[in-house]
């Protein structure tokens, strides 16, 4: 009995996802006769017809999103096993896929990257930095093999392993009254105007609830896309706000007109942790990039 091949399933998916034969090709790198020649083999192996062609592209047949669907399933299969080879092989010595928030990735990463090529000259590391439900659908997916993230955080289906602490610390315009307060605490931000990164950052719930704050969602309320517009709109004197010692170490708030203070206990605020799907075979893997991230978060943390 003949069996279809990886390849086909590959150019169905693909098919599948695009909805257009040259699409497709273009996907799987390939001329549109070789993939519509493919989906004709298959068609004629399984004795059904998989897909209607149409004058401005292609759609699956009920049978098609059948066979598509557990294509899908086949082809992440053989990558889970692909993976599980060269970790047994030699650890960290292909491909992967690491994602990275943005309140993390300018601040962690270029501090990794000389030890990791240092430690496996022949990984070849992709990195995507976005926002971290993002981040974890990419891992569900396979997209990504794991992601760089603030805990805590709960999700279906994925493990997270924390790195590092990481502490918050008050900004204010260096006028403001708390930059020169004697002691300072977390109940000071309860009658300050309290800049926040917008919704969808991770920070901003850390950051609401480790000083207990109430969440604002009116159209008056002034938010920031990144941490360095953050800064500098606390520089024009809009409010007060939280950056992460992290990004403060790494001189997120240099050139800039303002107070920068710990609080009177150390406030941490998150975690930095690293995620990847239950059951991926590169779970090791992760590990060992783990280790290499919690060793240069730990010097960045000892006192030279």
């Not at 150019?11 to 996907?27: M, P, V």
């Not at 889970?80 to 943005?102: M, N, T, Y």
Request: glycine letters at 6%; a negative charge; hydrophobic letters at 45%.
């Amino acid at each position: 009995m003949h069996m279809p091949t990886l390849r086909q399933l590959q150019f169905l998916d693909a098919l599948a996802r695009t909805g257009s034969f040259s699409r497709a090709a273009e996907t799987c790198h390939v001329t549109q006769p070789t993939l519509s020649a493919a989906i004709k083999e298959l068609e004629a192996l399984l004795e059904v017809q998989l897909v209607e062609r149409e004058p401005r592209g292609a759609s699956l047949t009920h049978a098609g999103e059948e066979v598509a669907t557990r294509a899908r399933t086949v082809l992440a299969e053989t990558q889970d096993l692909v993976a599980a080879a060269h970790e047994a092989g030699k650890p960290l010595s292909s491909a992967f896929r690491l994602g990275a928030i943005p309140t993390i990735a300018p601040y962690v990463l270029p501090k990794i990257l000389p030890s990791l090529r240092a430690a496996y000259p022949d990984l070849k590391l992709y990195l995507r930095e976005d926002m971290t439900e993002r981040l974890l659908e990419g891992v569900r997916a396979r997209e990504l093999d794991a992601a760089l993230i603030a805990l805590p955080w709960d999700a279906p289906g994925i493990e997270t392993e924390p790195l590092a602490e990481d502490e918050f610390l008050f900004i204010a315009p260096k006028t403001h009254p708390l930059a020169a307060k004697n002691g300072l605490d977390p109940e000071d931000l309860s009658e300050a105007d309290v800049l926040l990164l917008e919704d969808g950052h991770c920070l901003r719930d850390h950051a609401l609830s480790v000083c207990a704050l109430p969440a604002k969602t009116g159209p008056t309320e002034v938010s920031a896309t990144s941490l360095q517009t953050l800064v500098h709109m606390v520089a024009g004197g809009l409010g007060v706000s939280l950056v992460p010692r992290l990004a403060a170490d790494a001189g997120v708030t240099a050139g800039t007109d303002v107070s920068l203070r710990p609080f009177t206990q150390p406030l941490i605020g998150r975690s930095i942790g690293l995620a990847w799907r239950t059951g991926s075979p590169r779970k090791g893997e992760a590990r060992l990039i783990g280790e290499i991230v919690r060793d240069a978060l730990l010097a960045r943390a000892t006192p030279g």
